[in-house]
């Protein structure tokens, strides 16, 4: 590279030193002016350029051109006489000339590099391979779609003879010929296919200067046929399906347009193809709203809608789903089931169901929702419970979950495998409930079944009996049970022989049996047999906490019930749920859930406020309007509510003198639990003794 020293800074020096900065074959070492403040002294300290008022100690042997554009003719005769014999002296005018030419010289490189880049780009951006000859045969042009068919680098084959390159690509042929040659196929070395496309490339003046070849791998178009083919054989294979089915199945546009039925369409509304395809989805409907509308308005599938459809009015369930595709809707697709043969079945299934009920319990610990702190008291009592012969005693209000439980202590103990029978003692009359516990012997009675009958103790015999409504027994009946409990043996009606049961007595009442026993209608000894392992379920009101999750599991449960696809609740009709009192407990919510889904439109997927009864509290006082409501403590609903509870153990242990066991009894909880509450609140009970 040379090295140029510039005398002169002003306008002329200042043009010469930026165009020689763009130049990448000369140096500028240095620029020199008497004036300090000169423009061309600026630009070379911003470029990091020495700079000087005196030129004398920047000229030396080394310095190849001495450009001299200060317009003094004293100091360009200066220079000329100082620099050394291998210099160039150069006069300003001259220096912009050649640097001028330079720069275009530059500008020109750049233009021509710009046009190869833009040619390699187009030439690389396309799937399609290129390859370009000259008249020698020499390899010109090799694309990026060539390297990947070829297998070879553009690096390795450029300059190369293409019979080295590839020796089945008949380029040279092409120029001996001068023939187009279009679509010919050529297997590759590697055994690639392709379709190749040989272009002579010829002047204006009839010169051959080259042949170009432009070549596609048809394994891409192999492959689509192929594709084409098992989509053809997927679509023969889904209409075999849907022809093959017993449920009618309808399809339709997304305009609610027929596009295909199978044949059991036809058997089941007796329409045929002609009547349905291209037509509206309500052709077939004799009574009831179209539910494809329905669907392809919503975008949400509905279940188990019934209808009549058809000239015959065929009573019919029908579920839609949408059909979606890239999130585009196309349509939808019904499925038909006759009602016939699913009221046969609903028979058969409600006469198996019926006979298991009788048989054996549904329901597991599992089943039993609530992770509040008394319910799981309750379960671990229960789950105790199971794993002994002990009588166990539900106590609880009606609606708390009393037969769930006796389901899942039978389904926990060793008798899980043996029959578990049911018995409201409160829905039948003294002398069948009689006769049904422990049978009758034959004549025992006017109408009494020959040969006699076998009573529930004798049926659950290594099993399970749940005497619902335990308190609701007749004193005969309750020393009957008393036998049972104490000697395990049974007498039947009109009989005068014991007969030995090994029966697991589960008992439940929501009666209060020491009020019973105090007015002479319950026996003390039979309530002592029962009590031997009480277990308190606690109402809903007092572990409200569980209510989502019970929500959340009985609107699963209705879903199933009512053919509907509710999702939730919103928060506003939670909060609702969550300050009702409930009185009827989980029975009572179940009532409340199922209403608000029936009134529910089907479009609706949550439960909100509007859809919720008017939910009183009845048992709460009703503070007149004019009294102002203020918590006896501050804090939250559960922290007044706690308060509130203390309160209450606390006066009632005071009035039974400490006594636990009364103070149980009278506040109708269970001893265990008690002393949990006890423990809970830090009661001292040591100065009420």
């Known amino acids: 590279m040379q090295e140029v020293l510039i005398v002169g800074g002003g306008k002329g020096g200042t043009a010469i030193l930026q165009i020689l900065h763009e130049v990448s074959v000369m140096k500028v070492i240095a620029v020199v002016d008497i004036n300090e403040n000169a423009s061309g002294m600026g630009m070379a300290k911003e470029l990091g350029i020495p700079t000087g008022k005196d030129w004398r100690p920047f000229l030396s042997d080394s310095v190849d051109i001495v450009i001299e554009v200060t317009g003094d003719q004293r100091v360009f005769e200066s220079i000329r006489d100082e620099r050394g014999k291998n210099t160039v002296l150069i006069p300003g005018s001259v220096a912009f000339l050649i640097s001028k030419l330079l720069e ?106 080259g042949a170009f070849s432009v070549f596609k791998d048809i394994t891409e178009v192999v492959n689509l046929a192929e594709e084409i083919t098992n989509l053809k054989e997927i679509q ?59 669907v392809l308005q919503t975008r949400r599938a509905i279940r188990g809608t019934r209808m009549r459809v058809g000239p015959k009015r065929k009573e019919v369930i029908v579920n839609v789903a949408p059909i979606i595709v890239n999130n585009k809707l196309k349509g939808s697709v019904g499925v038909i089931h006759d009602m016939s043969e699913i009221q046969s079945l609903t028979q058969e299934l409600d006469r198996a169901r019926r006979i298991i009920r009788t048989l054996e319990a549904k329901y597991m610990f599992e089943d039993i929702i609530g992770d509040s702190e008394e319910m799981m008291i309750a379960v671990e009592q229960a789950k105790l419970g199971a794993k002994t012969p002990a009588t166990v005693l539900l106590r609880g209000e009606s609606g708390t979950g009393k037969e769930l439980f006796a389901h899942a202590i039978h389904n926990a103990s060793d008798r899980k495998f043996n029959k578990f029978l049911r018995v409201n003692c409160a829905a039948l009359s003294e002398n069948l409930l009689e006769s049904e516990l422990f049978g009758y012997e034959e004549g025992a009675f006017s109408g009494a079944k020959r040969g006699g009958k076998r009573g529930l103790f004798e049926e659950a015999n290594n099993g ?226």
């Open 464 to 689: 399970s009996i749940f005497l619902d409504e335990i308190g609701e027994l007749s004193a005969n009946t309750q020393a009957k049970l008393l036998r049972v409990l104490q000697e395990h043996e049974i007498v039947r009606v009109g009989g005068t022989k014991s007969i030995p049961i090994n029966v697991r007595v589960i008992a439940a009442t929501n009666v209060n049996l020491e009020k019973g026993m105090a007015d002479g209608s319950f026996r003390e000894d039979l309530y002592y047999r029962l009590n031997r392992m009480p277990i308190q379920i606690p109402p809903l009101r007092q572990r409200k906490s569980d209510i989502p999750k019970i929500s959340e599991a009985l609107i699963a449960k209705i879903n199933q019930d009512y053919g509907r696809n509710v999702e939730g609740i919103t928060e506003a009709a939670m909060n609702k749920l969550m300050n009702y009192h409930w009185p009827g407990n989980v029975r009572e919510l179940e009532n409340v859930l199922g209403r608000a889904i029936i009134f529910m439109e089907y479009n609706e997927v949550n439960i909100d406020d509007k859809h919720l009864p008017q939910l009183i509290n009845a048992a709460n006082p009703v503070k007149s309007v004019s009294e102002p409501v203020s918590p006896e403590v501050p804090g939250d609903l559960a922290a007044q509510v706690e308060h509130f509870e203390k309160n209450i153990i606390q006066k009632v242990l005071e009035q039974n003198k400490g006594n636990k066991t009364a103070t149980a009894k009278a506040l109708n909880v269970s001893v265990r639990n008690l002393y949990y509450k006890i423990e809970k609140y830090q009661i001292d009970i040591a100065g009420m003794k």
């Open 236 to 294: 023969t294979m889904l209409e075999a399906i849907i022809h093959s089915s017993d449920d009618a199945i309808s399809v339709v546009d997304e305009e609610g347009k027929g596009i295909l039925i199978n044949p059991a369409y036809t058997r089941i509304t007796g329409l045929t193809q002609e009547q349905v395809i291209g037509k509206p989805a309500t052709t077939d409907i004799s009574e009831g709203e179209s539910i494809h509308l329905k």
């Open 104 to 209: 275009d010289k530059e500008d020109l490189i750049h233009q021509l590099t710009s046009e190869s880049f833009k040619r390699d780009l187009i030439f690389n951006s396309t799937d399609d391979g290129m390859v370009g000859i000259d008249d020698q045969g020499i390899v010109m042009l090799f694309n990026k779609s060539a390297e990947r068919m070829i297998g070879k680098n553009s690096e390795d084959v450029i300059g190369l003879h293409i019979s080295d390159v590839i020796p089945e690509s008949r380029l040279t042929t092409t120029i001996e010929t001068r023939r187009t040659e279009i679509h010919q196929e050529v297997v590759l070395e590697n055994g690639l296919k392709i379709i190749s496309n040989r272009i002579p490339m010829i002047t204006d003046r009839d010169e051959i200067i």
